[in-house]
């Protein structure tokens, strides 16, 4: 009678810690499938190129390309006004309304609605934006960029004179540069470049008369001086192309 009684108390007890490890192995069974679930999913989740700082940024803080880059973000996480690379140049020359963190989406209400001095932020004191037009041929096939450096050179028929060194590519037609982005550039119409403004009537003068040459160099060539022109070389000229014996 006594082990009648034992076994009666003791088997739902049994049956109950059995119930309760079953349990806790579908519980972890159903954990472990939704973690796999999710790192799938962050896996496929798609992003999408925006505008972000490439340092932290204060109030106030007047926006420069080299203070910009892009950034692929999840799509889902961006907010409504986040800045796309196609809409940075607009930014250039304006103000920030709030500090931003440095890899942070860059939105509209970040932004004074003031509108600054555009492309003039990108001057120094005592330059000038001066624009040549060409077409995709005299860019280099499209390979010239904001950001590149040029020598440019007066063609005369006695030879060629050294005019300017070193001079900064502000735009290539109507595409400013961000630091970062990869989006090609279609408009090769003209190069805006920043020169000094006391050569700006001469450089106009000679931009008409087709007289101007410009070559793309190194930008971690030392400024000053302008390396002689091989024997034959393949001149870049405002108007047309050529290739010319020294």
Not at 92 to 112: C, D, M, N, S, W
Not at 207 to 222: M, V
Request: aromatic share 6%; proline share 6%; net charge neutral.
């Amino acid at each position: 009678m006594k082990y009648y009684l034992s076994w009666r108390l003791t088997l739902p007890l049994v049956c109950g810690i059995i119930s309760a490890l079953i349990a806790l192995w579908l519980i972890n069974q159903h954990i472990n499938k939704r973690l796999q679930e999710a790192s799938l999913h962050q896996l496929q989740v798609a992003k999408t190129e925006v505008v972000v700082p490439a340092t932290n940024l204060t109030a106030g803080t007047q926006l420069h390309p080299s203070l910009l880059q892009v950034r692929k973000l999840p799509s889902q996480a961006l907010p409504a006004d986040s800045i796309f690379p196609a809409q940075a140049a607009q930014l250039f020359g304006r103000y920030l309304a709030t500090e931003v963190a440095a890899g942070k989406p860059l939105q509209q209400l970040h932004i004074e609605q003031e509108i600054a001095q555009g492309l003039a932020a990108l001057l120094r004191f005592g330059q000038r934006a001066f624009s040549i037009p060409v077409s995709n041929l005299e860019s280099n096939a499209g390979l010239i960029r904001p950001g590149d450096r040029l020598d440019i050179y007066q063609l005369k028929n006695s030879g060629y004179r050294p005019l300017l060194s070193s001079v900064s590519v502000l735009a290539v037609g109507n595409q400013w540069h961000v630091e970062g982005t990869d989006v090609g550039i279609e408009d090769y119409r003209s190069l805006t470049l920043a020169v000094d403004a006391r050569q700006v009537p001469e450089l106009e003068l000679l931009s008409r008369q087709g007289a101007l040459a410009f070559w793309l160099r190194n930008k971690e060539e030392p400024e000053s001086g302008m390396l002689p022109a091989p024997s034959v070389t393949e001149i870049i000229v405002a108007g047309q192309f050529m290739a010319e014996d020294w």
